[in-house]
């Protein structure tokens, strides 16, 4: 069965440290691939998506992801993080044919102002 | 754009009685999808309609939990009778195409 990896569960970084959250997932064929975020007592919203194209994909609130699919991964960047960064980082896969979404556990990143 | 209604955002419940969701999705969505989302995991799946039809309700317990789109429109989900393990929160999501989901607010379910 198809999964999808998060590695770290929590991640603490200052403000302006840089930021990258892995996913990697197990399916081989053709793959689109999401981030979610859900900030505190927010719903979840979409932060980047990757359909086809230029493996690196820049979303919104200055966020970027690669996809690598020789490493089966689509790790999300940031440069430098502000407070407001803090949240649930969710990464999530359909494949191509099937839009079902596998989703990973989560990434809870709390930034210290 | 109006984004995904739901209601009631919170709910408190006795185990063994019953609980109601409703779900409004964005005009137009013809996906519709239930998850569970306990705290510290990722959603779970319950239910995918594709307008009025069920795509997969494979991990829907459907002992207790039963779902609705009568009219391709909006949902109802509802569970009877409640276990404490169903305390979670319910979100609603539509999609137009490719999987890109937009959430609703969600629904926060305890149960005591």
């Known amino acids: 069965a198809q999964s999808v990896s998060q590695h770290n569960h929590h991640v603490i970084l200052s403000e302006a440290a840089s930021l990258e959250l892995g996913c990697n997932y197990s399916?081989?064929?053709?793959?689109?691939l999401f981030w979610y975020v859900q900030y505190p007592g927010q719903h979840l919203q979409l932060l980047l998506k990757?359909?086809?194209?230029d493996p690196l994909v820049k979303g919104i609130k200055g966020f970027e992801a690669e996809f690598i699919k020789s490493k089966f991964s689509f790790n999300l960047r940031k440069p430098s993080v502000q407070w407001s960064d803090t949240a649930e980082y969710f990464c999530?896969?359909?494949?191509?044919?099937?839009?079902?979404?596998?989703w990973g556990a989560g990434t809870k990143l709390i930034i210290k102002p | 754009e109006a984004g995904v209604a739901q209601s009631p955002r919170y709910k408190i419940i006795e185990k063994r009685q019953s609980v109601a969701f409703w779900c409004n999705p964005i005009?137009?969505?013809?996906?519709l999808y239930w998850y569970q989302q306990i705290l510290g995991q990722g959603p779970k799946l319950l239910i995918q309609f594709q307008n009025n039809g069920v795509v997969d309700d494979s991990q829907l317990p459907k002992d207790r939990f039963s779902a609705e789109r009568l009219k391709g429109v909006d949902s109802t989900l509802k569970i009877q009778p409640a276990k404490l393990e169903d305390s979670a929160v319910y979100l609603c999501a539509s999609s137009f195409s490719r999987g890109e989901l937009f959430f609703g607010e969600g629904s926060r379910l305890t149960v005591l």
């Open positions: 990757y359909f086809s194209g």
């Open positions: 999530a896969v359909n494949e191509g044919s099937n839009y079902q979404l596998i």
């Open positions: 399916y081989g064929g053709t793959v689109n």
């Open positions: 005009s137009g969505h013809a996906t």
